[in-house]
């Protein structure tokens, strides 16, 4: 008798268990969907008709394909322009930094010198200070330099990122010493050792800050708009707020065709990505 009492609660339990199993999925994937219908709208109206758009009924699949949105903005404005030029500004903006920081964060960890901790600590305190309340004198010392609207007057001032310098100062330490030191007794100057070691080292690290500040870099707004004056510099957001103006319309169709467009690459870099920015959060997790 107690036997099969035991056979029947070990049932009971199993079935239980993958009930709450099955309620988890749910839960997941209904969560899921709900955050992706949003783009998904978006990427079904860009190929809707003028028709289905305006239609009473909303439409989550264009049963009418059309290319007339797309073939109207690249031809009526200067999107693709935009595209090419965040993309440039983006690559940039991401290269510089990350050499930069680099440099910074293996200074502050690996080379002996007064007061890095004082500056190391000033690094840390500046996340504190809002960037609205630098524009006006980086904006002056830009204009002095004569980097308005160019590449440079919005690359230079993101130089040296704060957020990647600290996360680059975190990985550097859990580098081993007795790497640089076996490097030394092989000759390796200190240049060698930071390009041919150290740097191979944190290729998933930098793959991960190198995404952060991509797609950081691709959606600043206001100290682009500052810099890029001329409307064949502007960036992908300048460009997007501005269009409606210049088009004179306020077509969904445009704006979320616009909005696919300014969206693709991104999901593009972040796919491409995505391995090196599970393999620098594994990497951080097991030195801990």
Known sequence: MSTKTTTVRDRLTSTDGRLKTIAVYLGLYGTAALFLLPYWYMFATSFMTRE???SDVPHLIPWDVTLYWYEYLLTDSLIGMWTVNTIILAGI????????DAMIAYSLTRLEWPGRRVIFAV???????PGIVNLVPVYIIVSELGLVNSVWGVVLPSAANPLGVFMLVQ???DIPDELEEAARLD???RLRIFTHIIMPLMRSALAALGLFIFIWTWNAFVWPLLILQSE???TLPIGLVTLQENMGTTEPGVIMTSAVIASVPLLIVFLVMQKQLVKAVEMQGTTK
């Open 52 to 54: 289905l758009v305006y």
């Open 93 to 100: 903006t991401t290269a510089v930094v990350l050499l930069i």
């Open 123 to 129: 690094i840390v305190a500046s996340f504190m200070v």
């Open 171 to 173: 990985f550097f330490k």
């Open 187 to 189: 000759g390796f100057s």
């Open 232 to 234: 064949t510099m502007y």
